[in-house]
């Protein structure tokens, strides 16, 4: 297990470092009521007083109940301030200008609800001189399970490096409240969505490849799949002649 003490410390000071770079007086994320927001906020809070957690509802029912709460929950023990912005009108808005011009795929409309959020993040960054905290884990990049320009998107990241396994463990430290600890990993992108049920494999088995380099044959078809499917997520934009 990771000395998470000493990791706190390196990521309280990693993040103020980040924003006196910036000349930045404050910090905003995604508070959605799951384990990685959850680490994150504390974290950024720890380095800066000045944290605030966005909660922005989307289109899922879900937002608006268990997300919700459990983002207030976790935000309350840990003094973090909290504002909700409520994307569903917008998002709707917007799906019914776009299917005037095309038939939106089940994988179009999920992504709709992660870019609308960084939006958001990034107007209120942008209004209050906050910077973007990301809240992606080592696991769901090693998949490539995110939205590209949504929830992959950030000024930084401070948990970048911990697989699934280890972001419990670390919120188990910190003492995180059981809302957080005990839900499955969902993205709440629509009704009944797990993280694990859309990949078809669990975090443990990715966390051991991560971590041990151990894995079934049938689970490391899965890793490889997504891994390759999805490097694209991973580097900048192909440009044309290169970069100088």
Known sequence: MRDYKAETKARVDFIRNVLASASAGGIVYGNSGGKDSALVGILCKMACDNTLGLIMPCGSQRNYESDKADAQVMAAQFNIAVRTVDLSGVRGALVHAIEGETALTGNALANIAPRLRMTALYAVGAAENRLVAGTGNRSEIHMGY??????????????????????????????????????????????????????????????????????????????????????????????????K
């Open 146 to 243: 995110f939205t590209k320009y949504g929830d992959g998107a950030c000024d930084f990241n401070p948990i970048a490096d911990l697989t699934v396994t280890e972001i419990y463990e670390f919120l188990a430290y910190l003492g995180a409240p059981g809302c957080v600890m005990e839900k499955a990993p969902s993205a709440g992108l629509y009704e009944g969505q797990t993280d694990e049920g859309e990949m078809g494999i669990s975090y443990r088995a990715i966390d051991g490849f991560l971590l041990n380099g151990t894995a079934g044959e049938s689970q490391l078809e899965i890793i490889n799949q997504f891994h390759n499917r999805n490097k694209h997520k991973r580097v900048m934009p192909i440009v044309y002649g290169g970069t």
